[in-house]
């Protein structure tokens, strides 16, 4: 299959390299140049089958809503000269990332099932069942965890820790709720509720600056509206958008990114069946018919035309 699953490239005036779980970021003097590659990961694992498009349907679906938030937030975007690359402003990393949840699902289902009733210094009401709506949207931050696992914080462990100032801190929340209200009228406008996601924000010469991907399936779950109330009533599962039936699927093979426990074969009819996937989600949230890019060497492609990006500068 004709996959990125690593690059090796050496840009000119390149100064860094950093490996993410999905991402290759390449660092200049005050560019990144974030390689979108078609690995996928989960429970903190990246997973040992490429998935075809993968990185080409995320690196667009975040083009496509960082280009709509730019009036709600500034955000590191520049340019977008390769399907699975994104350009974008050099920016300090804030060491926590923003969750928000608009409903009980996911982590926050699991636990809650579990009796807990605080999330990340967050009282939970009493009597919800999962995929319900929340009565109003909260914020789950976690830590930033450049390996292993992100872990869930508090608001008062945020600022107790000096992770983040207080001035700047309630800024961050006051850009995530403002973005979750658009990607959830947007969401909306497809027919879709935008139950969860995240953001990550650094700073730029003093400028709070959301960075990464937003609203696309490796960072958001999105339910199809239609049916949803209906679903609810009768204890059904909500029909999803999101990388949660990669998860599923895992989970249903015994694998949680536990100590010993192996990855479960992934076949060819699988690693399709999750590009399609992909593929779909990509067209349900945008609203745009995806196009595949089917070159026949995908990183010579990447490479070209980051060369020539670069040249133009």
């Known amino acids: 299959m004709n996959v990125i699953k690593n690059t090796n490239f050496n840009f000119p005036n390149q100064t860094n390299f950093y490996k993410g779980k999905v991402r290759d970021v390449y660092s200049f003097e005050n560019l990144l140049v974030m390689v979108a590659s078609d690995r996928i990961s989960a429970f903190d694992v990246v997973l040992p089958r490429a998935i075809p498009f993968k990185g080409q349907v995320l690196n667009q679906i975040a083009e496509h809503f960082l280009n709509a938030t730019r009036d709600v937030v500034p955000n590191w975007l520049v340019a ?22 608009g409903y009980l699902a996911g982590h926050a289902w699991r636990t809650y099932k579990s009796g807990l009733r605080t999330l990340c210094g967050v009282t939970l009401p009493e009597g919800l069942k999962e995929n319900d709506k929340l009565p109003t ?81 490796d960072s958001s779950r999105y339910f199809y509206a239609d049916g949803y109330q209906e679903r609810q009533n009768n204890n059904e599962s ?67 035309n980051v060369n020539s990006y670069l040249k133009s500068l």
């Not at 350009?87 to 923003?98: A, D, F, I, R, S």
């Not at 801190?169 to 979750?180: D, G």
Request: aromatic share 8%.
């Open 80 to 101: 977008t000269p390769d399907p699975n690359v994104s350009v974008g402003l050099k920016c300090e990393t804030y060491p926590v990332e923003m969750v928000v949840r």
């Open 137 to 217: 949207p909260i914020i789950t931050p976690t830590t930033k965890a450049h390996e292993g696992h992100d872990e869930d914080i508090s608001r008062e462990e945020i600022l107790v820790k000096g992770l983040v100032s207080e001035a700047e801190y309630v800024q961050l929340e006051q850009y995530t709720l403002a973005l979750f209200a658009k990607g959830t009228e947007m969401a909306a406008e497809q027919g879709l509720i935008l139950v969860d996601t995240k953001y990550e924000f650094g700073n730029k010469d003093g400028q709070i600056t959301l960075i990464d991907e937003i609203h696309t399936p």
């Open 238 to 304: 909500q029909k999803q958008l999101s990388k949660e039936f990669v998860r599923e699927w895992l989970i249903a093979n015994g694998f949680q990114g536990k100590d010993g426990q192996v990855i479960p074969e992934m076949t060819d009819e699988w690693v399709n069946q999750v590009s399609e996937r992909y593929i779909e989600l990509f067209e349900q949230v945008t609203g745009k018919k995806f196009v595949k890019d089917n070159s026949e060497n995908i990183l010579a492609r990447v490479e070209e």
